[in-house]
């Protein structure tokens, strides 16, 4: 499915009626270029599992752990790795065949380990359409 966004609120509601719908094991891959929303996306994905503390890029960390909601959330930002290898120094396999719910910026990046069911999520600016306006695909992938 394809939904156009018009604005920070409604592409944090996408995410937050994703993620109120997420199941454990469950992995959804985030893609799309600097700027277009991943954050906020991830914020309302938080909100929609009942995160309850703020939710931020974990650039710097590779993954930051949310334990607040009805199940765990992994939020990974893959955008450092150098080397798929060092997924399995954060110890990757734990996360994704967890019980909690993995989100995963940047996913793109290390494909060669994604399992093989998993949410796929496309976001796209486009600046003629307005500033704020996102496309964002999502679909079921095996």
């Known amino acids: 499915m394809t939904i156009e966004t018009f604005s920070e609120t409604e592409t944090r509601a996408l995410g937050q009626t994703l ?21 906020i996306f991830t914020q309302g994905f938080a909100s ?26 992994y939020h990974f930002d893959v955008y450092r790795i150098g080397h798929v290898e060092e997924m399995e120094e954060v110890g990757y396999e734990d996360y994704f065949y967890s019980e909690g719910a993995c989100l995963i910026e940047w996913a793109d ?15 796209e600016k486009e600046l003629k359409k307005g500033f704020d306006y996102r496309k964002i695909t999502v ?4």
Do not use: C
């Open 48 to 73: 929609g599992l009942g995160v309850k503390e703020p939710v931020n890029s974990p650039t710097f960390t590779i993954v930051q752990e949310y334990y607040s909601g009805r199940i765990p959330l």
């Open 109 to 123: 990046l290390i494909e060669e380990i994604l399992p093989e069911h998993r949410f796929r999520i496309v976001i």
């Open 19 to 39: 993620g109120s719908k997420a199941a454990p094991g469950s992995i959804y891959t985030l893609t799309g270029d600097l700027g277009t929303g991943k954050t």
């Open 139 to 142: 679909e079921e992938i095996g």
